[in-house]
Structures are given as structure tokens and as C-alpha cells.
């Protein structure tokens, strides 16, 4: 939802947020995108975390990278700057 609300292919803003260390990827098989420390102390973004009970391995715990309203703001700033807003 925020690649579409900034305007930006939600691959490119990956991509983007890699390089510019606000997120990275876990290194299970999953791959799953996690809120660098220094993000969420910066308030712009947050690691969601939610339990799953239904699994036959026993409780799993899967935690999933979230950008706040105001990171929202920062990041749409960056993304502009760098010239990949879609026209």
C-alpha cells in the first residue's frame, strides 16, 4: 500500500529502501523485509509482530516491517528527490 499511496512499482521501492538501509531482509528462507533499529527509534517505521498458533512445528512468531505515517512522509520526500515518482 505505500508504494502505491507514494506513486512508485512496489519493486522499485524496495529496492530503494534497501540501499538506503531502512530495511533488509531476514536471512531465514522466508526472506521477509524487517525495520531496521535505528528506523523504528526514528519513529518511521515499526516491526509488527504477530503470533501464529495453528502450526504443526508449535507457536511461530513472524514479525513484518511497517512504515508509520510520518516515515510515509520522509520516504515519499527521498523517493521524490531521487527522480522515481511515476509520471
Do not use: P
Amino acid at each position: 500500500d505505500s508504494a502505491k499511496t507514494i506513486g512508485v512499482q512496489e519493486s522499485k521501492l524496495i529496492d530503494f529502501m534497501l540501499k538506503k538501509h531502512w530495511v533488509y531482509r531476514e536471512n531465514s528462507r522466508h526472506r521477509r523485509l524487517c525495520a531496521y533499529a535505528q528506523r523504528v527509534e526514528q519513529k518511521v517505521m515499526i516491526n509488527k509482530v504477530s503470533q501464529v498458533v495453528a502450526c504443526h512445528e508449535g507457536d511461530k512468531v513472524f514479525t513484518q516491517a511497517r512504515i508509520t505515517a510520518y516515515g510515509l512522509t520522509r520516504l515519499t520526500a527521498l523517493v521524490a528527490a531521487a527522480g522515481l515518482l511515476n509520471k
